[in-house]
T-cell receptor, first 115, second 114 residues
Framework: AQSVTQLGSHVSVSEGALVLLRCNYS??????LFWYVQYPNQGLQLLLKYTTGATLVKGINGFEAEFKKSETSFHLTKPSAHMSDAAEYFC?????????????FGTGTRLTIIP | DAGVTQSPTHLIKTRGQQVTLRCSPKSGHDTVSWYQQALGQGPQFIFQYYEEEERQRGNFPDRFSGHQFPNYSSELNVNALLLGDSALYLC?????????????FGQGTRLTVV
């Protein structure tokens, strides 16, 4: 069984400040981990993913995340927030062979950017 | 490439009615998954279709059924609609071959049950 916990349903940061969105997972098998972004009235867009190899993964729009097995965490960061980053962010986990496995999502974190 | 397309974009139905949602996968993709996203929640996996068969299923009642056609497009059917079925329904497509593939999501169908 797999599950994801996103700490903080709402996060507000000032434009130019560090963005940190927290995600902890539980998985009975080696996990594949993902961050998706959802803009209003839109579907989900993949920001980045961890499957195997390097634990620090870089994604689109300047985001990155680090897989920490000992902490069962996969937190999302961005050094400098931009107004266009305002959106809903979802962390997700799947088993191996991602294309063929279901995604289990967290409840999401709404990111607000303060001008 | 049009990506994943879903129709209709919005739909209003009455309790007890039946509804069919449609999904065309991204070009070259052969696997389609459906998710339900209730307001303020993360998407929940409904089921996945591959080679015209249901390969995996989430914790949804039998009122939720699906179909995949030879051209890989898919339908989601919900019978005996309940108010609680109101949600954004997302379709995701992927390629079954290979272990490091990516699922692409459509923009969803917003279903309102009144």
């Amino acid at each position: 069984a797999q599950s994801v916990t996103q700490l903080g349903s709402h996060v507000s940061v000032s434009e130019g400040a560090l963005v940190l969105l927290r995600c902890n997972y539980s998985s009975s098998v080696p996990p594949y981990l993902f961050w998706y972004v959802q803009y209003p009235n839109q579907g989900l867009q993949l920001l980045l993913k961890y499957t195997t190899g390097a634990t620090l993964v870089k994604g689109i729009n300047g985001f990155e995340a680090e897989f920490k097995k000992s902490e069962t965490s996969f937190h999302l960061t961005k050094p400098s927030a931009h107004m266009s980053d305002a959106a809903e962010y979802f962390c997700a986990v799947s088993g191996a062979n991602f294309g063929n496995e279901k995604l289990t999502f967290g409840t999401g974190t709404r990111l607000t950017i303060i001008p | 490439d049009a990506g994943v397309t879903q129709s209709p974009t919005h739909l209003i139905k009455t309790r007890g009615q039946q509804v069919t949602l449609r999904c065309s996968p991204k070009s070259g993709h052969d696997t389609v998954s459906w998710y339900q996203q209730a307001l303020g929640q993360g998407p929940q996996f409904i089921f996945q279709y591959y080679e015209e068969e249901e390969r995996q299923r989430g914790n949804f009642p039998d009122r939720f059924s699906g179909h995949q056609f030879p051209n890989y497009s898919s339908e989601l059917n919900v019978n005996a609609l309940l108010l609680g079925d109101s949600a954004l329904y997302l379709c995701a497509s992927s390629l079954s071959a290979g272990w490091n593939t990516e699922a692409f999501f459509g923009q969803g169908t917003r279903l309102t049950v009144v």
